[in-house]
């Protein structure tokens, strides 16, 4: 039987810094990153560069980007590369429910299930 492998966050820029501490509070054993912070992309890097990053770091991206996301995702499947997820949210969600949807999404999940999946947060 193979590993269990937990998903790795990592959270755009345009989410509140505030975010990633919300879920290391639920469980300091996530691992989530944002945008900027040490060891993750810097600031203002395009979407493109952010799944190719989180393809090698094998990170779930949570982002707010609904415009151009999809078409960045179609480009960098049919070059053969693949992601980790990408989770859209809801600009509604504030930041204790959001907080709480990815702990759970953490805690009942594997990081395989999400492999090239692109959903919304809130299900």
């Known amino acids: 039987m193979g590993s269990v492998v937990k998903i790795r966050f990592l959270l755009d820029e345009n989410r509140s810094p505030l975010l990633a501490d919300a879920v290391r509070r639920r469980n300091p054993a996530i ?28 990170r779930l991206l949570v982002t707010n980007n609904r415009h151009s996301m999809p078409k960045h995702i179609a480009d960098h499947l049919a070059v053969g ?7 859209r949210l809801s600009r509604e969600m504030s930041l204790g ?6 702990h ?7 990081a395989e299930e999400w492999i090239d999946q692109f959903e919304w947060i809130p299900w």
């Open 97 to 102: 429910p959001l907080s709480e949807q990815l």
């Open 31 to 58: 691992d989530v990153l944002r945008v900027g912070d040490a060891g993750a992309p810097p600031l203002h890097t395009l979407d493109p560069e952010l799944l190719l990053y989180c393809e090698r770091d094998q």
């Open 104 to 110: 759970l999404l953490w805690s009942a999940s594997e």
């Open 81 to 87: 590369h693949h992601h980790w997820g990408v989770f």
